[in-house]
T-cell receptor
Framework: GENVEQHPSTLSVQEGDSAVIKCTYS??????FPWYKQELGKGPQLIIDIRSNVGEKKDQRIAVTLNKTAKHFSLHITETQPEDSAVYFCAAPLLAGGTSYGKLTFGQGTILTVHP | DSGVTQTPKHLITATGQRVTLRCSPRSGDLSVYWYQQSLDQGLQFLIHYYNGEERAKGNILERFSAQQFPDLHSELNLSSLELGDSALYFC??????????????FGEGSWLTVV
């Protein structure tokens, strides 16, 4: 079926360490892969995205990699800080189901805790 | 502040009742999306409207309906409410008609509690 699988569900790291969150998607036609950060009591906020014609994208301490053949993409956070603690969601526009507009489908989320 | 405005922020109502959640998209955005977030189901896509027309439908119950008005604001109507409908309901908006390649901005959500 149409889905986006995200792992791990929880991730605990020490300040300064790196954190990696991985997602796989089912629809080979998906061409856009955003990552969102959700802090307590707030809505999800886009932190980085990647399009299918690019294999990697970086923005300061955050990077995303994409492997279209394997249909998976990953979020990498380096030099983690306590303020990075939040829930992170990956997403992909799954186009199956008879619609050409796609449904931005989210993974189940990863609770990242960065310990000082 | 994403620019997406949702009201009310919190709502408590009884089973069997009907509520309306309201969303104003970011200025200039033509697409409005509704999502439901619960602890056990994560962020579930409900429905997408572009410039007043329905574009995609997700796991939206028949008891739920939505519409986008000419001024582009949107309303999500939830009727015959059940305890399991308690959740955080997010509205999101984007400029383009497709979720691919268009940054989607989320509001702060409407927290619905059904008692």
């Amino acid at each position: 079926g149409e889905n986006v699988e995200q792992h791990p569900s929880t991730l605990s790291v020490q300040e300064g360490d790196s954190a990696v969150i991985k997602c796989t998607y089912s629809d080979s036609a998906s061409n856009y892969f955003p990552w969102y950060k959700q802090e307590l009591g707030k809505g999800p906020q886009l932190i980085i995205d990647i399009r299918s014609n690019v294999g990697e994208k970086k923005d300061q301490r955050i990077a995303v990699t994409l492997n279209k053949t394997a249909k998976h993409f990953s979020l990498h956070i380096t030099e983690t800080q306590p303020e990075d603690s939040a829930v992170y969601f990956c997403a992909a526009p799954l186009l199956a189901g008879g619609t050409s507009y796609g449904k931005l489908t989210f993974g189940q989320g990863t609770i990242l805790t960065v310990h000082p | 502040d994403s620019g997406v405005t949702q009201t009310p922020k919190h709502l408590i109502t009884a089973t069997g009742q009907r509520v309306t959640l309201r969303c104003s998209p970011r200025s200039g955005d033509l697409s409005v999306y509704w999502y439901q977030q619960s602890l056990d189901q994560g962020l579930q896509f409900l429905i997408h409207y572009y410039n007043g027309e329905e574009r995609a439908k997700g796991n939206i119950l028949e008891r739920f309906s939505a519409q986008q008005f000419p001024d582009l604001h949107s309303e999500l109507n939830l009727s015959s409410l059940e305890l399991g409908d308690s959740a955080l309901y997010f509205c999101a908006s984007s400029h383009g008609r497709r979720p691919s390649g268009n940054t989607i901005y989320f509001g702060e959500g409407s927290w619905l509690t059904v008692v």
